[in-house]
């Protein structure tokens, strides 16, 4: 029998806390609570959650700062729930290396189905991807550029991942939206733009001159 997934609740406010672990139980996954940044950043370390529910607004240490933490040490997926519904706050949390996010108020049952989406996407094929001197392994989860590996956030992987099934091809904002987020996700316009930014920190030579993952002014983003 396959292991129920583990979710960490990172929320302080208790009613919001309690709906969320009651869902998420409910809908068969094994869920850890933290009530501070702190107390986030030790969870997880030691349980080694599947995916983080990561609420902005926390004592001591902020969301924003818990997220960045975490990527400095894990790739694990975050979903983000704020109260701030601007544009650049959003955005802040796609910059930091969040994968999604969920503005409050929200629905427990969203969330529910948004945290299925995104664990599915951890679910992929066998077979290995070459680009030039880009290799991706959707079983191991492994990005290798140059022959060193180069660690992804699961929205960062999935996005690489889809460019590399059909290199050439050109995708708009809104198909890269829909494969990397999922049909549910309510994604700002740059969303997209923030997770290519971010991508090609990471894999391109000069991430000002882009020479793998190149924009088509207009239309969308292609892979080399």
Do not use: W
Request: hydrophobic share 45%; proline share 5%.
């Amino acid at each position: 029998m396959a292991r129920a997934r583990c979710i960490l609740i990172v929320e302080d406010e208790p009613k919001t806390a309690a709906a969320v672990d009651m869902y998420l139980r409910h809908g068969g996954f094994r869920t850890q609570l933290a009530r501070s940044g702190g107390e986030a950043l030790a969870r997880a370390r030691d349980d080694k959650p599947d995916l983080i529910i990561l609420d902005l607004m926390l004592p001591g240490l902020d969301g924003l700062a818990v997220c960045k933490a975490l990527r400095v040490r894990s790739a694990v997926p975050i979903i983000m729930l704020t109260a701030r519904s601007t544009e650049d706050d959003k955005l802040a949390g796609l910059e930091l290396g969040a994968d999604d996010y969920v503005t409050k108020p929200f629905s427990p049952r969203e969330l529910v189905a948004r945290v299925r989406v995104v664990l599915r996407r951890l679910e992929p094929p066998d077979d290995k991807l070459v680009s030039g001197d880009l290799t991706l392994d959707p079983r191991s989860r492994e990005v290798v550029v140059r022959g060193a590996p180069v660690a992804l956030t699961a929205a960062e992987f999935r996005l690489v991942e889809t460019l590399m099934r059909s290199p050439g091809r050109v995708f708009s904002r809104d198909e890269l939206m829909t494969r990397v987020l999922g049909e549910a996700s309510d994604g700002l316009d740059r969303t997209i733009d923030v997770h290519i930014k971010n991508v090609r920190k990471k894999i391109e030579l000069d991430r000002a001159h882009p020479t793998r993952i190149v924009t088509v002014f207009g239309l969308g983003y292609k892979l080399v």
